[in-house]
């Protein structure tokens, strides 16, 4: 059974900080990662995919790595701001498209 | 525009009634979820179904049922409504097979709430 881990569960930093949200998964049969935002009392946001065969996805001050070998991913945001505070989420696709999530982590940039 | 629906966003009920949540997809996808994210936030799967065929079923109380009329709508219909039913409800869709290269693409959820 997949199972996910998020850590750290809760962050605080300042804005400007660069930060790194690390994800690990217990079955490396994965057919892709997917990082996902969720604002308070919202839905949930794509931000980045990686398929098994890649190693890492970015997009403009994002930037996520897989390690399917070792069951490991990275979340890397650079000169963080007070609006990427939210809570962050990691997902496996395994067999059959299901989705196993991670329970978050939550960030907070403070001006 | 193209997006995950669903509705009512907030649902406020008795315990014992019975309760349905629509979804909606207009991306063409094959695929549509419907997950639990319970009060301390985790996700978790309930049913997934392909072009109305249900593929996936956790384990579910049977008064959970999941109704797919045709391959853009996944409608859940809840009977006998108990308060740990309390939850958010998020219908999700993806192309044929799961992700792919595009992802899940998420509605914005339902706050269901049984008193």
């Known amino acids: 059974k997949q199972e996910v881990t998020q850590i750290p569960a809760a962050l605080s930093v300042p804005e400007g900080e660069n930060l790194v949200l690390n994800c690990s998964f217990t079955d490396s049969a994965i057919y892709n990662l997917q990082w996902f935002r969720q604002d308070p009392g919202k839905g949930l946001t794509s931000l980045l995919l990686i398929q098994s065969s890649q190693r890492e996805q970015t997009s403009g001050r994002l930037n996520a790595s897989l390690d399917k070998s070792s069951g490991r991913s990275t979340l890397y945001i650079a000169a963080s701001q007070p609006g990427d505070s939210a809570t962050y989420l990691c997902?496996?696709?395994?067999?059959?498209?299901?989705?196993?999530f991670g329970e978050g982590t939550q960030l907070t940039v403070n001006p | 525009d193209t997006a995950v629906s669903q509705t009512p966003k907030y649902l406020v009920t008795q315990m014992g009634n019975d309760k349905s949540i629509k979804c909606e997809q207009n991306?063409?996808?094959?695929?549509m979820y419907w997950y639990k994210q319970d009060s301390k936030k985790f996700l978790k799967i309930m049913f997934s179904y392909n072009n109305k065929e249900l593929i996936i079923n956790e384990t579910v109380p049977n008064r959970f049922s999941p109704k797919s009329p045709d391959k853009a709508h996944l409608n859940l219909h809840i009977n006998s409504l108990e308060l740990g039913d309390s939850a958010v409800y998020f219908c999700a869709s993806s192309p044929l097979g799961g992700g792919g290269n595009y992802g899940y693409t998420f509605g914005s959820g339902t706050r269901l709430t049984v008193v």
């Open positions: 997902a496996v696709q395994t067999s059959g498209s299901r989705l196993t």
């Open positions: 991306l063409g996808h094959d695929t």
